[in-house]
Nanobody, 125 residues
Framework: QVQLVESGGGLVQPGGSLRLSCASS????????IGWFRQAPGKEREAVSC?????????YYADSAKDRFTITRDNAKNTAYLQMNNLKPEDTARYYC?????????????????WGQGTQVTVSS
């Protein structure tokens, strides 16, 4: 059974970068699309970016992530990544990864499963 563990969060200044990792501590990830989602205090969980199971069949980015974030995966390492550049204070949130069969269900976090515990990203000067 897939169990996901996120890492790589932290405190960064505006304009800085972070790379988040999503690793499986259980079964392999290569049959699953991987999604990154975030939730800020008092707000609903929202999609950030998702990638197909192979990494070659498609990706999805929320408008807020386009041109700043890049999602990738390494199935040999059972790990997915979210490279975040030019971070802004509004990116502050807890970031989670999750799985689904179809990456293009990204806009609907409620459809996704196997959620990790998340990693906190704080963007502040």
């Amino acid at each position: 059974q897939v169990q996901l563990v996120e890492s790589g969060g932290g405190l960064v200044q505006p304009g800085g970068s972070l790379r988040l990792s999503c690793a499986s501590s259980g079964g392999p990830l290569d049959h699953w699309a991987i999604g990154w989602f975030r939730q800020a205090p008092g707000k609903e969980r929202e999609a950030v970016s998702c990638i197909s199971s192979t990494g070659h069949d498609g990706t999805y980015y929320a408008d807020s992530a386009k041109d700043r974030f890049t999602i990738t995966r390494d199935n040999a390492k059972n790990t997915a990544y979210l490279q975040m550049n030019n971070l802004k204070p509004e990116d502050t949130a807890r970031y989670y990864c999750a799985t689904h069969r179809l990456y293009n269900t990204c806009p609907w976090p409620d459809l996704w499963g196997s959620w990790g515990q998340g990693t906190q990203v704080t963007v502040s000067s």
